[in-house]
């Protein structure tokens, strides 16, 4: 992933449209074969569609390492360079043989970068908020990322926490329960991943994907995708101890 500096907010939209509903299409009358065939079709989900997504969190908390974990499938260790400004990754999600493009927006977590960041946070339809399991004060700034990204972006956006550098567990200063605490008390989905190991990274990505994609489609009367569901049902929780 390429690290560049960008100050340019650039917006996704969703251009789905619904099958409109006439007066005589059949609802609420008898079946029959000929308004059966006037049944407005589930609507489609348009593959153009890019959903900004959004990494936060603390500096060194590992959001450039998550992302290019997810996207490359390595982890680069040595010496830590902290990213300038904000950088970009496109990358192409499936979800149920379905292609859903995801614009992923990697911020500097250092504070001076702090106004950069603020202007993409308003059209982001996802933010991926991490901390560090080995690192307090990133899990305590946790509630003050909540409250700015409550300021600045928009009421619907999608928000998941991730408990990042799961495999340092000999160094861990977080309990999972904790972080599975403070994301029931936001009511946000929640998970322990390892940008090292590349623990629960692809399922973080792909759960963002499937939900923005269901959103896309959805319909008034039908039922919402549950991603906590989704997540309890496939995330991976390491071995032994009441630890991890
Ligand atoms: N062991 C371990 N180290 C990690 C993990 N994720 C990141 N690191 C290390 O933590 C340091 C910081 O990682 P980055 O990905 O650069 O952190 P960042 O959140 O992008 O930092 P900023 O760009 O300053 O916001 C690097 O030395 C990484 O190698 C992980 O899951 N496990």
């Known amino acids: 992933m390429e690290r560049m500096e960008s100050m340019e907010p650039i917006s996704a939209c969703y251009t789905t449209s619904y099958p409109e509903i006439q007066p005589d299409s059949g609802y609420g009358s008898r079946e029959t074969p000929e308004n059966q065939a006037k049944t ?5 989900y348009n593959e153009e569609l ?3 997504t959004i990494l936060v969190g603390d500096s060194g908390v590992g959001k450039t390492s998550l992302l290019v974990q997810f996207d490359q499938g390595k982890f680069i260790s040595g010496s830590f360079s902290a990213t300038v400004g904000i950088g970009l990754t496109n990358k192409v ?14 911020t500097a977590g250092q504070e001076r970068f702090r106004s950069v960041t603020h202007a993409y946070y308003r059209d982001a339809h996802a933010l991926l908020l991490l901390y560090d399991i080995t690192s307090k ?3 305590d700034n946790i509630r003050a990322w909540l409250t700015e990204i409550h300021e600045y972006a928009q009421s619907d956006v999608v928000i998941m926490l991730l408990g990042n550098k799961a495999d340092m567990s000999s160094e861990r200063a977080i309990r999972r329960d904790e972080g599975e605490r403070l994301a029931r008390e936001y ?11 590349g623990v629960n990274v692809e399922l973080a990505f792909t ?3 499937k939900e ?5 489609i959805q319909q008034p009367n039908e039922a919402k995708f549950q991603i906590h569901q989704y997540i309890e049902a496939r995330k991976e929780k390491s071995g032994c101890c009441s630890y991890f």
């Open 40 to 44: 407005p079709p589930a609507p489609a």
């Open 93 to 106: 999600v499936t979800v149920d043989d379905t292609k859903v493009k995801l614009q992923i927006w990697d």
């Open 50 to 52: 890019e959903h900004k």
């Open 187 to 197: 009511s946000v989905p929640f998970m322990e991943t390892s940008a090292k190991t």
């Open 137 to 139: 004060s990133s899990f």
């Open 207 to 209: 759960a963002i994907a």
């Open 212 to 216: 923005l994609k269901q959103r896309a």
